[in-house]
């Protein structure tokens, strides 16, 4: 069946630090990949996306590599602010499957 | 509202009582799902309905477990009899197309279910 696992959190950066969420999924054919992020008091939101091999998904500055050899899917950003303090989460939709199946998340704090 | 809609946002009840979650999506989508957050977990799937098609039940948990949803808008996910085990954050999101319009699903805010 399809999984994602991503790496356990809570992350506690300073400002301006270098961020990686890693993300490594397991799934049957091509699956599309994301990442949510669900900031305090709000719902989930996407963040970006990627639906094939060597796609790079990017916004706000984050983003995200579709590797089909080592399949991960890991989350980067070059200087983190505090307003990036939110849990992410990685997801992927896989062949016929109508559903995201979502990681655990990772809770991620950037302190001033 | 432009966003998905949930309510209650916080319900704490007795074990063995009955609970109703609603879910109201952004206006003209037509798929909707349900997930579930357990402390420590990720989001796991329960339900999913498009239009007027079967719903896709294959993640509910029990028996204790329904949903229903209403003229291809309003749902409300039913939990009979609860038990403690089944405290947890009751996420509702809402898609353009099937397949989640390629993955993007609007949450809501969720409601938070506490099982004495």
């Known amino acids: 069946g399809n999984s994602v696992t991503q790496m356990e959190g809570p992350v506690t950066l300073s400002e301006e630090a270098f961020l990686t969420i890693n993300c490594t999924y397991t799934a049957t054919g091509y699956p599309s990949l994301f990442w949510y992020v669900q900031y305090p008091g709000e719902g989930l939101q996407l963040l970006l996306k990627a639906t094939k091999a060597d796609d790079k998904g990017s916004n706000k500055g984050f983003e995200a590599t579709y590797r089909k050899e080592t399949t991960s899917f890991h989350l980067e950003k070059g200087s983190v602010q505090v307003s990036d303090s939110a849990v992410y989460f990685c997801?992927?939709?896989?062949?016929?499957?109508?559903?995201?199946?979502f990681g655990s998340g990772t809770q991620l704090t950037v302190l001033p | 509202g432009a966003g998905v809609s949930q309510s209650p946002s916080n319900k704490v009840t007795e074990k063995g009582k009955d609970v109703e979650l609603r879910c109201d999506p952004i206006s003209g989508h037509t798929a909707l799902y349900w997930y579930r957050q357990s402390l420590g977990q990720g989001l796991e799937f329960l339900i999913y309905?498009?239009?007027?098609?079967?719903?896709?039940k294959s993640g509910l948990p029990s028996d204790r477990f329904s949903a229903e949803r209403t003229g291809g808008s309003v749902s409300t996910l039913t939990i009979q009899r609860t038990q403690q085990e089944d405290s947890a954050v009751y996420l509702c999101a809402s898609s353009l197309t099937p397949s989640g319009g390629g993955g993007e699903l609007f949450f809501g805010e969720g409601s938070r279910l506490t099982v004495l």
């Open positions: 309905f498009q239009g007027n098609s079967a719903p896709d």
């Open positions: 997801a992927l939709l896989s062949g016929s499957a109508r559903q995201l199946t």
